[in-house]
């Protein structure tokens, strides 16, 4: 399991978030093998105001990937160059943090999440 937070401007990205969900989508499948349809963004747009990020880009986003333990670092940083490499951003103008915590933390479909079988390897 892999929930993607998208933080950016309103005014950039509210007409792009389906781009934006298929590019990071893509990085996910190639670099963790997350089946195709596991997709869970939320995209948190801020007017101007609200977004306080000095020496960045109105293009500047925030992407908080909140998953399961297991991923390994090789892994992580895989994630996180698909992300540089495909987003055609400056580098400056996007920041990626990678939440992990331990199955048993969330709840999905009714149980406990180390309950479930998945269909996919999170140990990557």
Not at 46 to 69: G, H, M, W
Not at 105 to 114: F, K, M
Request: negative net charge; glycine residues 6%.
């Amino acid at each position: 399991m892999a929930q993607l937070k998208i933080y950016g401007r309103r005014d950039v990205w509210a007409g792009r978030r389906r781009e934006l969900s298929d590019l990071l989508q893509s990085c996910l499948v190639s670099a963790w093998g997350l089946p195709e349809d596991k997709r869970f963004h939320r995209f948190l747009l801020l007017d101007a105001d609200d977004f306080v990020c000095p020496q960045r880009s109105d293009q500047y986003l925030i992407i908080e990937v909140v998953c399961f333990t297991g991923r390994s670092d090789d892994a992580k940083r895989a994630l996180i160059r698909a992300i540089y490499e495909r987003c055609g951003l400056p580098p400056e103008d996007v920041e990626i943090t990678i939440i992990e915590m331990p199955k048993v933390n969330w709840g999905i479909r009714g149980v406990p999440a180390d309950e479930l079988a998945l269909t996919y390897k999170v140990e990557v």
